[in-house]
């Protein structure tokens, strides 16, 4: 499906030189006489890498065609790790380096969402939040002074943040995987 410069918006997926790319950041700019102007910065959704471009209106795109599949994060074996489908029953693996910081909150049978391009899985989505067990914590010094009232604490898949004093190893504590916080304690 091909369109026109006049159709791009933040978030749209695009395909530049047989390769997906999301367009991140979308600037319109009419200078006084001449065309529009169409000013984007994208990323590469294969390789990561970033770049900005300038597009007229009368330039043409095609819409990257992916596919997201439904998959379950089985467990990991050094730096691969590895989903099934769940219609299909299918396995494959990603790399650390494809999941990034996807990575610091999987916990093993969690449900995720793959996106294909083609074949080829290139990223993934996690839910908003995760409940993730605390299994280092540091005990809080009361009369500690020093004007923090966060400590640090490692949890299950080794993913160390900053909480606050009350939490303590063995509570289950609420994340948001969009940026790596801590967001509640979990009642069990």
């Known amino acids: ?89 299918e396995q494959l693996f990603l790399t650390r380096e494809q999941l990034g910081s996807n990575a610091n909150y999987m916990v093993d049978n969690m449900e995720v969402v793959v996106l294909f391009f083609g074949v080829r899985p290139i990223d993934i989505s996690l839910p908003i939040f995760v409940n993730l067990l605390v299994t280092q914590a540091d005990p809080w010094a009361r009369g500690d002074t020093s004007g923090t009232d966060t400590k640090p604490i490692t949890v299950e898949t080794n993913y160390q943040l900053n909480v606050p004093p009350f939490i303590e190893e063995g509570d289950r504590i609420q994340i948001d995987t969009r940026t790596g916080e801590y967001v509640t304690r979990v009642k069990e």
Do not use: V
């Open 1 to 89: 499906m091909f369109f026109g410069a006049s159709d791009l918006r933040k978030g749209l997926k695009i395909l530049i030189d047989g390769e997906p790319h999301i367009i991140s950041d979308f600037q319109f700019a009419k200078p006084g006489k001449g065309q529009a102007l169409y000013r984007c910065k994208l990323r590469n959704m294969i390789t990561g890498s970033q770049f900005s471009n300038t597009y007229r209106s009368n330039d043409k795109f095609e819409k990257a065609e992916l596919e997201e599949r439904k998959m379950q994060y089985l467990y990991n074996q050094g730096d691969e790790y590895h989903f099934m489908d769940t219609d299909n029953y």
